[in-house]
Structure formats: structure tokens, C-alpha cells
Nanobody, 126 residues
């Protein structure tokens, strides 16, 4: 059974940094696209960042470009989201997702992802 487990969330202040991790078990997703999404109360889930199976291609939401970096370590079956210069608007539950679609692509729609983690809370105080 495939499981994605996020870690690294927490309570930080404006301007601080956090690094989220997403460990995949029960299957090998070292060649599959992965992504991070977030959802805050009263809002729809939104795409944050995505990475291709090789790690050679990435995409970011405009709201996080220049501040967040997605990466992966295929040997460890783990994806990461480095978040710098955090703002209160970044407060949300962050979830990682893995796709079974084409290896070397980055997908934005959540429907392209077939496996999801439970999420980790990130709270940024002003």
C-alpha cells in the first residue's frame, strides 16, 4: 500500500524558513511526478509546486516563485519543499502528492495526482 507522509510543518514567524519533507513508502515513485498543494480554511486546495520524475523540470505558483523550492531525492524516495521568506498568507495545510502519469512532466491540476499524504500544518504569524 502506497503511503506518503509529510513532515516539517510548524509555527514560525514572518520571514522565517521551513523545509517540508514527503517520504513515500509501499511503492517506488522515484520516476514519477510529484507536487505540493496547500489548503487554508475557507479556500480551495491550490497547487504550490511540482517536479518531474527526473527532477529536471519544476513549476511554481506565482505566489511562491522566488521563495519556495521543490526538490527530490530519488534514492530516498523523498520530495522536499524549501520555504523561505514565509508570509502569513502561506498559512495552510500542505500536502504532497504523487502521480502515475508520464515520467518527465510536471502537472498542475490536482486530478493528475493519484496518491496523497495527510498533510502538515504550516502557520506563519505576523
Amino acid at each position: 500500500q502506497v503511503q506518503l507522509v509529510e513532515s516539517g510543518g510548524g509555527l514560525v514567524q514572518t520571514g522565517d524558513s521551513l523545509r517540508l519533507s514527503c517520504a513515500v513508502s509501499g511503492g517506488t515513485f522515484s520516476r514519477n511526478p510529484m507536487a505540493w498543494f496547500r489548503q487554508s480554511p475557507g479556500k480551495e486546495r491550490e497547487f504550490v509546486a511540482g517536479i518531474s520524475g527526473s527532477g529536471g523540470s519544476t513549476k511554481y505558483a506565482d505566489s511562491v516563485k522566488g521563495r519556495f523550492t521543490i526538490s527530490r531525492d530519488n534514492a530516498k524516495n523523498t520530495a522536499y519543499l524549501q520555504m523561505n521568506s514565509l508570509k502569513p498568507d502561506d498559512t495552510a495545510v500542505y500536502s504532497c502528492a504523487a502521480s502515475t502519469l508520464v515520467y518527465n512532466a510536471v502537472y498542475v491540476p490536482s486530478a493528475a495526482y493519484h496518491y496523497w499524504g495527510q498533510g502538515t500544518q504550516v502557520t506563519v504569524s505576523s
